[in-house]
């Protein structure tokens, strides 16, 4: 089958050499590309030194990456891999025959850190945090969710919509498997600190809360019917709050000395009746949405019909 490892990068000309050459050396049928986003440095030169395939993109972050790299190469497997060379090459041909052995649409290397300084206090604690929200809200059984080494089938690929711009992306390719209900699987892979040189572009807090951000808005999208059943709840709760002690008041005087604080109550409570409204006609809009999803990822052969339908055609040719 035809393998693509892409590689997004972003100033990493410390490091790009050795990525290259490490994956040319674990999957030697593979086509290597490099994708640049206006790299200031050598990120370009090196890299193409290195004999991979380079092109650009000029849309800043790494979802927009992403994006271009799905929507740009033709491939069987896809092996996506980030260009800071932290992740284990020699992992790659496992993590491959693993996905297509059993099937799988996504495979996730389960980072095992083998030195402290690899793996910063802040992004455990903040890859736990948001790791076990999306674990609550879409029902991910995915210890490390946010880890940017991955392989996928062309199923996934040429199926997967996107809508984050930056590190959001791992989040919203999780969820994609998980709401399609596509064959998942994951592999324990080294996880090493950056080379000399080479400066990571993650910042804990913002793309922490853009993260919390994309894990919202795919709420929404994906479960409208509970994200606008919380909202619901809340502003019923609220309305409760105010308006308990006016219609008490009510009961014993017979008497609404505070009218507006009784036409805020009785706002709220619709809002909230709107809201869960909203919700179930959402929900049925979705559901029709997930159908045609799920029709079109159908339509593209999985890893193991391929591997078959050759193996077919070979024996009929014999």
Not at 73 to 101: C, F, N, P, R, W
Not at 147 to 168: D, H, L, Q
Request: charged content about 20%.
């Amino acid at each position: 089958m035809k393998i693509a490892v892409l590689v997004p990068c972003y100033n990493e000309e410390a490091a790009i050499t050795k990525v290259v050459a490490d994956f040319r050396a674990a999957l030697p049928a593979a086509t290597i590309y490099v994708y640049d986003n206006n790299s200031r440095d050598a990120t370009v030169a090196r890299a193409t030194a290195a004999g991979a395939v380079v092109r650009t993109e000029a849309r800043q972050g790494k979802g927009n990456v992403v994006r271009r790299m799905f929507a740009d190469i033709e491939a069987d497997i896809y092996v996506l891999v980030d260009g800071d060379d932290t992740y284990d090459a020699a992992s790659a041909g496992a993590m491959v025959e693993k996905l297509t052995a059993e099937g799988a649409d996504l495979l996730t290397a389960r980072r095992i850190h083998t030195e402290a300084s690899a793996y910063r206090p802040g992004h455990v604690f903040g890859n736990k945090l948001l790791t076990g929200l999306t674990a609550t809200l879409f029902n991910v059984h995915m210890p490390d969710m946010l880890s940017g080494y991955r392989v996928f089938s062309r199923r996934f690929v040429k199926s997967f919509p996107f809508t984050a711009e930056g590190f959001a992306i791992e989040t919203e390719l999780t969820i994609h498997a998980v709401r399609l209900m596509m064959p998942m699987t994951e592999l324990d892979t080294p996880y090493k600190e950056r080379p000399v040189g080479s400066v990571s572009k993650l910042n804990t807090w913002r793309d922490g809360f853009r993260i919390l951000s994309m894990i919202f808005y795919l709420l929404r999208e994906e479960r409208p019917l509970l994200f606008f059943t919380a909202l619901a709840v809340l502003f019923a709760v609220v309305s409760v709050l105010i308006g308990a002690p006016v219609l008490a008041e009510f009961f014993q005087t017979r008497e609404v000395p505070r009218l507006p604080t009784a036409v805020l109550s009785m706002v709220l409570m619709v809002i909230a009746f709107l809201a869960v409204t909203a919700g179930m006609i959402l929900d049925t809009v979705t559901r029709g949405r997930w159908e045609a999803k799920r029709m079109a990822y159908l339509a593209i052969p999985g890893p193991q019909n391929l591997d078959d339908g050759r193996s077919g055609s070979r024996r009929r040719s014999e």
